[in-house]
Nanobody, 124 residues
Framework: QVQLVESGGGLVQAGGSLRLSCAAS????????MAWFRQAPGKEREFVAA????????HYADSVKGRYTVSRDNAKNTVHLQMNSLKPEDTAVYYC?????????????????WGQGTQVTVSS
């Protein structure tokens, strides 16, 4: 049974940093892409960042490019999202998701398992 557990969310001032982690279990983590999505109040869930199965290739939403970094540790079955220069508009529940294959995708339908989410709140 696939399980994804996010951690690291919290309250931070604008300009600050947070590092989210997602611990995966129940499947062969190193075979599949991983991604982060977020959902702000009253908005639809949106793509944030993705990393291929190997960790060699990443992709970001334009809104976070240059501020966020996604990485993975296949030895520890974890994926991280380093978030710097945070803005109030980054406030959302952040979800990690496991891909149904190893390549990059930004489509939610290409991710078959989801974590419960972790709240990130950025104050101005």
């Amino acid at each position: 049974q696939v399980q994804l557990v996010e951690s690291g969310g919290g309250l931070v001032q604008a300009g600050g940093s947070l590092r989210l982690s997602c611990a995966a279990s129940g499947y062969t983590f190193s075979n599949y892409a991983m991604a982060w999505f977020r959902q702000a109040p009253g908005k639809e869930r949106e793509f944030v960042a993705a990393v291929t199965y190997s960790g060699r290739t990443t992709h970001y939403a334009d809104s976070v490019k240059g501020r966020y970094t996604v990485s993975r540790d296949n030895a520890k079955n974890t994926v991280h999202l380093q978030m710097n220069s945070l803005k109030p508009e980054d406030t959302a529940v952040y979800y990690c998701a496991a891909g149904v294959y190893g390549g990059l995708s930004t489509r939610q339908t290409d991710f078959g398992s989801w974590g419960q989410g972790t709240q990130v709140t950025v104050s101005s």
